[in-house]
């Protein structure tokens, strides 16, 4: 891949340039969307040695979950994705079976979710990275599922796994590719997170409080869900987790509910509805009821206040 | 700076929440943009060493830029910049003062034009870099000015100096800071661009054809610009040059016209019009006419064919 005009010519053939919602497609000095609902935006990096590491994740896999981690926070406000950006840092040693691979793991997910490139930047780089920015439209309401908006007694679920793609992780860094052997479904759950568009709609038409996507585990996105004066009681049984954070628990002598609770890179959402409500939201297929909004700033975790790790990105 | 939360607690500092656009700012899973009017959309890379140096950038210019050259995608569409998001790649050593300087340079930028800043990311990297995604809305009209939909016979105009920010950008790689002192005018035109947003909203009203940021240099955006089939005859007598380009030319012993034709990074607008509607477009302030189109695929400067350099960031 030597020139600018081949990188495009490639992405032109993974991507369309047309979508109901776009006006103007890539290839001038703006895209232009049609400003016929509230937009939600957001934008998030995916680089090399920090998020993904190029010995373990296939072409495939880095441009599925740099394109899969802007949807999990279009999902986390009940809305639909419509289109992306994307800013590409591209080092010298990745030729064209690398880029095609990378496109079309993106471009399958794209496809999937009705989502268009619509613009975006290349440029030389010493490593591989990518940054994209996601477009939203909510459904029917126009309504967006924000944080927070709790309430002593409001009901708290999770929707996905929390915890295995820490174990993922893990089992990648210690094991390589061959981590895939032996925890296949925490590994996969690490390389290509499933973005919860449809699951983030049905929540917001039933009516739930708020909801958020978990990216940086439970323990450190609760707080920030809950806001400020908040707590919760949480009731995590180990026999609520994926039998992989339950096995690598035992590996390695640890607590299962705590992996899952620092959990990291979830892609799991997290939700708060009124008791009320229940009867409406609880029918939402996948969910787990982990337990209620408190008063206090505590988060307790099965009788007992879990101290919260205070993870960083910058600490890492 | 050591934790997101000091960095998240800086750019508060700088940047406010609200704007007239924003339903929801900064602080959840996306911010909302509300829907009432077309959107443009455009994101650039501003990365270090390849974008910028940071021996002789100071980080307010570094902030500066990394917005500018964004906001001047939205210039070049005639439109009105409202909000932003930015994924900042953070190396480890650049302290909070640096920030400061970083943010203070970016924030003037921003009150200038009044855009807020709606979201972003915040990553650990071996070098800085800035990726923005920028959002702008257009006029009474609801126009977007694009590229092309030129004729045989339209005036090409430019706004703006083109080739004094590669003066600038060649004097600085040869004397560093130091540059400064020599050609002023044209360092600072490569530190700091001004985005053209008040001319685009009045070309744009003035109903030209259309309108683009030059980034890559006249040689490289304008064929960009006219589309397949489509020509220029241009003169651009040295006369109109910037004092700078033409001195540095002398000094180097190079021809200014050929300089001011391969620039890059002039962030200068290029236009065109059909010679009826001249005499309303004439009046925007700074417009050079540079030639007419011309049916033929050549682009001829001062009578002669002008051999387009084929420039791509690829090959840098």
């Known amino acids: ?50 998020h993904f ?56 997910l794209a496809r999937q979710n009705d989502i268009t490139l619509a613009g975006g930047d290349l440029s030389r780089s010493d490593k591989l990275g990518v940054s994209i920015s996601i477009f939203g439209v909510a459904g029917g309401s126009g309504k967006f599922l924000t944080r927070g908006n709790c309430e002593p007694g409001d009901i708290l679920f999770t929707i996905g796994d929390i915890g295995l793609a820490r174990v993922g992780f893990m089992t990648l860094e210690a094991f390589g590719k061959k981590g895939q052997e032996i925890f296949p479904a925490a590994v996969n759950a690490h390389l290509r997170p499933k973005p919860k568009v449809l699951i983030g709609t049905l929540l917001n038409a039933a009516g739930i409080k708020g909801l958020m996507d978990v990216s940086d585990g439970l323990a450190c996105d609760l707080p920030r869900f809950l806001g400020p004066g908040l707590g919760a009681d949480l009731q995590i049984p180990a026999s609520d987790l994926h039998g992989h954070v339950v096995a690598f628990a035992l590996g390695v002598g640890d607590d299962p509910v705590k992996i899952a609770m620092i959990g990291g890179e979830d892609y799991a959402l997290l939700g708060a509805a009124s008791p009320t409500d229940m009867d409406k939201v609880g029918s939402v297929p996948g969910m787990t009821i982990i337990g209620t909004v408190t008063d206090g700033p505590d988060i307790i975790v099965n009788g007992t206040p879990f101290e919260v790790s205070g993870f960083d990105h910058f600490d890492t």
């Open 1 to 50: 891949m030597k020139s600018e005009k081949q990188f495009l010519e490639l992405i032109d053939t993974h991507f369309t340039r047309d979508h109901e919602f776009l006006k103007l497609g890539r290839g001038d000095d703006c895209a232009v969307i049609t400003g016929t609902k509230d937009l939600c935006v957001s934008s998030d990096l995916f680089l090399e040695d920090v």
């Open 53 to 108: 590491r190029r010995d373990y994740f296939s072409a495939e896999d880095i441009g599925y979950k740099a394109l899969a981690v802007n949807i999990s926070d279009i999902a986390a406000m009940g809305a639909k994705p419509i289109a992306f950006t994307m800013d590409l840092m591209v080092p010298t040693d990745l030729d064209e079976e690398f880029w095609n691979g990378f496109f079309k793991g993106m471009a399958v």
